[in-house]
């Protein structure tokens, strides 16, 4: 049980790692052209931004699958990441985005922290220039100041 923990925290944190290097250098770089629908206005519900939770949600799906029988690494990593993907569309899409209205902005301290990075990085709608690239690891500064 404790190595089915430490594979499914693996797989999390891993996804955070890699989205925030996939964000900086690829989506802000070779594949703007997919990413800038994110950084645009849009009335369209869909972006094709949208693209990359189909891949990520992806290789968790072939993690599961290549895991299942044993229950091995593979199987725990795709959970992590599946886990990581559930909070990334509560967190983005639901409380920063509103892409979903089903609830207001966030009101914890920490959540509001996430709130003010991710906005920094929307200040900028071109492809350089953006800052706070990941979803949980974001530089301390964005927690200074919050309202209580």
Same mark, same amino acid.
């Given at each position: *049980?404790?190595? #089915? !923990? %430490? $594979?499914?925290?693996?797989?999390?944190?891993?996804?955070?790692?890699? %989205? &925030? #290097?996939?964000?900086? +250098?690829? *989506?802000?770089?070779?594949?703007?052209? !997919?990413?800038?629908?994110?950084?645009?206005?849009?009335?369209?519900?869909?972006?094709?931004?949208?693209?990359?939770?189909?891949?990520?949600?992806?290789?968790?799906?072939?993690?599961?699958?290549?895991?299942? /029988? /044993?229950?091995? +690494?593979?199987? &725990? *990593?795709?959970?992590?990441?599946?886990?990581? %993907? *559930?909070? +990334?569309?509560?967190?983005?899409?639901?409380?920063?985005?509103?892409?979903? =209205? &089903?609830?207001?902005?966030?009101?914890?301290?920490?959540? =509001?922290?996430? $709130?003010? #990075?991710?906005? #920094?990085?929307?200040?900028?709608?071109? =492809?350089?220039?953006?800052?706070?690239?990941?979803?949980? &690891?974001?530089?301390?500064? +964005?927690? =200074?100041?919050? /309202?209580?």
């Amino acid at each position: *049980m404790i190595e #089915a !923990i %430490g $594979f499914t925290i693996l797989g999390f944190v891993l996804m955070e790692l890699s %989205g &925030w #290097a996939i964000h900086k +250098y690829l *989506m802000h770089g070779p594949l703007w052209m !997919i990413h800038k629908t994110h950084h645009e206005h849009s009335d369209s519900f869909f972006e094709l931004n949208d693209l990359f939770s189909l891949l990520f949600g992806s290789i968790s799906l072939v993690l599961i699958f290549l895991g299942v /029988e /044993e229950l091995d +690494y593979r199987f &725990w *990593m795709g959970i992590g990441i599946s886990v990581y %993907g *559930m909070l +990334y569309f509560f967190l983005h899409d639901v409380l920063i985005h509103r892409r979903v =209205k &089903w609830m207001d902005r966030p009101r914890g301290n920490f959540l =509001k922290g996430i $709130f003010k #990075a991710h906005q #920094a990085h929307h200040q900028s709608r071109r =492809k350089e220039g953006a800052v706070s690239f990941g979803l949980f &690891w974001v530089p301390k500064k +964005y927690f =200074k100041n919050i /309202e209580k």
